[in-house]
């Protein structure tokens, strides 16, 4: 167990999802860098304070933590696009560079960390990182009410966004991917119409409603 630097704290994981990441480094046998050592993945966690060091937070806290470790001082953190910082650059990312959730204790800047209020669980607070890249291409695609939407990519995230469109106002949502074997659980989940490519120059209309 690292011990803590100021400024961050000691979480104990209760939740970590499975990203399609993490699916390609097990693959692979490695993460995004050389490690010395052992590599522990995973980016979507949550989890309990269990050493708050230096921060505000407290024992007992229920946090969720932000794997994009920016820097805060460029041009693109001063304008609010961490997310494209200069600094991380593909080289500091907790799970993929850094060791990341795939632990029972973790130790993190606790900038990133953030209190999960009561009436969200540990599971679904694991999923808040894929919520959030949804929420954000949504957020920006000019999306009006009782626009069509088509999403390319059926995985947890396409259907967030599905979700989050149909919220947003969009009057008709279509999911498409060529040999997707998650579709036809989908299609009985959510009112949405999917586009199965089987073939090249073959298209086959499922709908889930």
Request: hydrophobic content about 35%.
């Given at each position: 167990m690292p011990e803590l630097k100021p400024g961050e704290l000691e979480i104990e994981v209760k939740a970590c999802g499975v990203c399609g990441s993490d699916i390609h480094m097990w693959k692979t046998g490695k993460?995004?860098?050389?490690?010395?050592?052992?590599?522990?993945?995973g980016h979507e966690f949550c989890g309990?304070?269990?050493n708050p060091g230096t921060s505000s937070f407290k024992v007992g806290d229920r946090v969720t933590f932000w794997a994009n470790l920016y820097c805060g001082e460029?041009?693109?953190c001063r304008v609010g696009l961490e997310h494209l910082c200069r600094f991380v650059d593909g080289t500091n990312y907790v799970g993929f560079v850094c060791n990341g959730g795939y632990v029972q204790k973790f130790v993190g800047r606790a900038s990133n960390?953030?209190?999960?209020p009561d009436t969200v669980s540990d599971v679904a607070a694991g999923l808040i990182d894929p919520l959030m890249v949804a929420y954000h291409a949504?957020?920006?695609?000019?999306?009006?009410?009782?626009?069509?939407?088509?999403?390319?990519?059926?995985?947890?995230?396409?259907?967030?966004?599905?979700?989050?469109a149909r919220k947003a106002g969009?009057?008709?949502?279509?999911?498409?991917?060529r040999h997707d074997i998650k579709t036809p659980q989908g299609a009985r989940a959510e009112p949405v119409r999917y586009l199965l490519r089987k073939q090249?120059?073959?298209?086959?209309?499922?709908?889930?409603?």
């Amino acid at each position: 167990m690292p011990e803590l630097k100021p400024g961050e704290l000691e979480i104990e994981v209760k939740a970590c999802g499975v990203c399609g990441s993490d699916i390609h480094m097990w693959k692979t046998g490695k993460g995004w860098a050389e490690q010395d050592g052992e590599f522990h993945m995973g980016h979507e966690f949550c989890g309990v304070v269990t050493n708050p060091g230096t921060s505000s937070f407290k024992v007992g806290d229920r946090v969720t933590f932000w794997a994009n470790l920016y820097c805060g001082e460029c041009d693109m953190c001063r304008v609010g696009l961490e997310h494209l910082c200069r600094f991380v650059d593909g080289t500091n990312y907790v799970g993929f560079v850094c060791n990341g959730g795939y632990v029972q204790k973790f130790v993190g800047r606790a900038s990133n960390a953030y209190k999960l209020p009561d009436t969200v669980s540990d599971v679904a607070a694991g999923l808040i990182d894929p919520l959030m890249v949804a929420y954000h291409a949504v957020k920006h695609s000019g999306l009006r009410l009782n626009d069509k939407v088509l999403v390319v990519g059926t995985g947890i995230i396409g259907h967030f966004m599905c979700d989050l469109a149909r919220k947003a106002g969009a009057s008709f949502v279509a999911m498409s991917k060529r040999h997707d074997i998650k579709t036809p659980q989908g299609a009985r989940a959510e009112p949405v119409r999917y586009l199965l490519r089987k073939q090249p120059g073959k298209r086959k209309a499922d709908d889930g409603g």
